[in-house]
């Protein structure tokens, strides 16, 4: 088939975008010159305009997110936007700061002219960008949003492309069992890493829920005694779905440490300084694929039982007292392994018996609802009915709702929660 044949059976939508570029400032004059002459049609929009955005994802190619100017505020979104983006298998390319380090460019800009990527300090110019660019857009038209409509074959070789046909199917069926195979047996791996015993005293009792979307999860979890007087405690969960993130999954578990031995002591590193020893083991990784996660940690003194806390981009903590409406417990942090030197602030709040507190995944805001930190509405109306039960008959009861609420394929996500109550 000519050239001209094959281009003309790509059916683009009416309207369609190459590049989005959300940013917080304007758009650098050497990717406007790039996006010209590689005769690409593109817009710019602020961090907060992606609720707008989302309504038409089908009608963008890639999206590339400056990073270098965001505010608190739009840092905390960058986790649901990267993952709903993957979900519409959209690539990202997220954009740090314009370094003047010289770095090789062939034909699209000066030589100083580059850019550092998010989270990395690695540096690309403009030709690497395009690359980038190019790649996703590659990827992007092979998905449902774009159809490539197949060339007939001539009448006299149908008959062997049915043949080879049916051959590539049974070949497929056998591949698709092995694979569901080998992630079933990567689910039960994954699995071993979560705690075995939960360490229920005659004060604390624990509860959790564990719902992977798929046969891997993006969320892992622990609690673990730190010594006779502290237990630590986390939910954490990567940008994303699937083998990387459950492989990330395991990184997080063994790079979140609790506490640092040494030869006649210990140190118990608190909410904070795990968060920031956690990031920067992250951000140090120069994981591919853009991975990032977020994380809520928590230490309870099981003497005091004063419970100190930290977040990283996660949904909020919610505190469930008696008598008194559930309450989100704030604390500002931006998600892992983007801002090297991101910084993590750690509150402290005295918990009572009959306390219970939650700690949990945005999968599962899906059932749990998503409270506003002021008003502390948003909650749903199953999790208000089941507040004042215990946590074990409360986590039992939620874990039955996400079982069997009905949801669209496309919402379907990992859901984790861990919980405890002062008796």
Known sequence: ??????????????????????????????????LRQRKLSWSIHPINAFPRIRQRLDLIGTVIIDTEELGLSEQQKLARIIQTLEMENIGVILLGNRNEVPVKSFSLAPVKASFSLAGTMESISIDELWTRISVNLAYRKKSPGITVKPANPPKPVQKIYRNKLAEQLSMT?????NLAEQLRLAGLVQQDFLPAKLPNLETVRWATVFLPAEWVSGDIYDIARIDEEYIGFYVADVVGHGMPAALLTIFLKQALVMRQNTESSYHIFSPAEAMVNLNARMAGQKLSGYQFATCCYCILNVRTLKLTYARAGHPYPVLIRAGQQ?????????????????????????????????????????????????????????????????????????????????????????????GLEIL
Not at 173 to 177: E, F, G, I, L, P
Not at 396 to 412: G, I, Y
Request: net charge negative; hydrophobic share 40%; aromatic share 6%.
């Open 1 to 34: 088939m000519p050239k001209a044949a094959i281009l003309s059976t790509i059916t683009l939508p009416g309207n369609f975008t190459d590049v989005v570029y959300l940013t917080g400032r304007q758009m650098p004059p050497e990717i406007k010159k790039l």
């Open 173 to 177: 069926s056998a591949m698709v069992d």
């Open 326 to 418: 559930p309450q989100p417990l704030e604390t500002q942090g931006t998600l892992l392994g983007i801002f090297g030197q991101a910084e993590y602030v750690e509150e402290t709040i005295q918990l009572e018996p009959a306390d219970k507190l939650l700690i949990y995944s945005d999968g599962a805001e899906a059932i749990l609802g998503a409270a506003d930190s002021q008003s502390g509405s948003g909650f749903s109306r199953e999790f208000y009915e089941l507040k004042d039960q215990s946590i074990i008959d409360m986590t039992d009861k939620l874990n039955m709702l996400a079982q069997t609420r009905q949801t669209d394929p496309s919402e379907v996500d990992d859901i984790t929660i861990v």
